[in-house]
């Protein structure tokens, strides 16, 4: 991209590091660099009161939470989260419980994003007094394909145009961020599916009727039951893509969710208030590389997973913990520190690929009895028959739903 040219701003600053957005990502990667000593400023366009409370996903692998808490960031976590052991299938009018704990000795944690992004914001700014810069206008990077890249914004108090100036640059900004835009248009693809399916996502005010995720196989249609705390619950329903929350008010919601949910035995599912619908037209993209010169993308602003297997927020912490330790390592000029930068867009997306297929495997089983094809409900049921019959089946599932693969 051009070279700035602010004549009338203030004098511009510099650091190491800019790290653009304050989600899971960014702010993991914020605080890896801040605990090595790192000088480092995070952009966010959101205010913290937005950021900590903006729903979003809740399913952790314990992968995860372990890197986290490798790197001092995981006391609350682990002292609120649920530890989930279980999932549910209900398929053929019956329950199907899949103990993935008993059969691997690991186990999920629900923890809402929100949450962890409060702890995040917390011990970046609070305790380990990082610069963080929130509100901030019409951000813009700049050279990052030379060793003078650089970031520009409005200030939101004053109005000015701020530069700063940086070593690297951390594109932590999501789907609709500005730092996949400053990717030279040659160096790169974005690699999209498209499921053509829309999910209802539904946040409700209502203790859930399980103690563990949901997952019911109708010929009508998936539905999803997602714990987020013993008084809140997240459930999903399949609907046309392109419809809209106006179309289901409460009492088609809670018809639906209770028909597709509907198995012997079952307990009825409690009603609550529901306090967020958004309407998801499922897809995935994935961008190769990750990186160009002195800009690393991480999180939803190099790929995206539809939430069908719960994978999003774990791809991102996992790219932040690459990304935060390699620069870390190249900016304190450890041992080794050169590779882990080259090599951190191809470590990245051998999970992200590994995650995208998992996902696409378990949408055929959530939404195959749905097509209307006698073929692919045959095939749909034979999977997650497969499922409960074959212990290797099953040991492969639970590997994949848990991330625990040795290869990454």
Not at 143 to 151: G, L
Not at 253 to 260: D, G, S
Not at 329 to 340: C, F, P
Request: charge should be negative.
């Amino acid at each position: 991209m051009n070279s700035l040219q602010h004549p009338n701003t203030p004098a511009p600053q510099r650091v190491s590091v800019v790290v653009v957005g304050a989600g899971p990502a960014g702010l993991t990667v914020g605080n890896i660099l801040r605990r090595a000593g790192v000088d480092c400023v995070v952009l966010e366009s959101e205010t913290r009161e937005f950021i900590e409370q903006r729903p979003r996903a809740g399913v952790i692998e314990e992968w995860a939470v372990r890197a986290l808490e490798q790197r001092g960031l995981a006391g609350n976590l682990l002292r609120k989260a649920q530890r989930h052991t279980a999932c549910e299938f209900r398929f053929d009018g019956r329950r199907h419980r899949f103990e993935y704990g008993e059969l691997t000795g690991r186990h999920h944690f629900v923890y809402p994003q929100p949450l962890l992004v409060t702890d995040l914001v917390r011990e970046y700014a609070d305790v380990r007094d990082g610069d963080i810069r929130f509100g901030v206008r019409d951000v813009q990077v700049h050279d990052v394909d030379t060793d003078r890249p650089s970031v520009s914004y409005t200030c939101p108090e004053s109005g000015q145009r701020q530069v700063v100036h940086c070593d690297f640059v951390a594109g932590c900004d999501g789907a609709r961020g500005v730092t996949r835009r400053a990717l030279p248009a040659d160096h790169y693809r974005v690699a999209r599916h498209d499921y053509g399916i829309g999910w209802l996502s539904l946040l409700a005010e209502a203790p859930p009727s399980s103690d563990c995720v949901l997952f019911g196989i109708h010929q009508d249609g998936f539905a999803g039951q997602m714990p987020r705390s013993p008084e809140v619950t997240r459930y999903y329903l399949q609907c046309p893509p392109g419809d809209a929350p106006e179309n289901w008010p409460h009492e088609r919601v809670w018809a639906e969710l209770r028909r597709r949910l509907a198995v012997e035995g079952a307990p009825e599912l409690v009603e609550g208030r529901l306090v967020e619908k958004r309407m998801l037209d499922m897809h995935d993209y994935v961008v190769e590389p990750m990186a160009s010169g002195r800009l690393f993308l991480a999180g939803d602003a190099a790929h995206l997973v539809a939430p069908i297997a719960a994978k999003g927020m774990n791809l991102a912490l996992h790219d932040a913990f690459l990304l935060g330790d390699a620069l870390v390592a190249h900016l304190t000029q450890e041992a080794g520190s050169i590779s882990g930068l080259e090599s951190y867009s191809e470590a990245c997306l051998r999970r992200v690929w590994d995650y995208q297929e998992f996902s696409q495997w378990l949408s055929d089983v959530y939404h195959g009895s749905a097509a209307g094809e006698p073929f692919r409900t045959g095939t749909t049921l034979a999977r997650l028959r497969r499922l409960f019959t074959s212990p290797l089946a099953a040991a492969a599932f639970a590997e994949q739903y848990l991330g625990t693969a040795e290869r990454y």
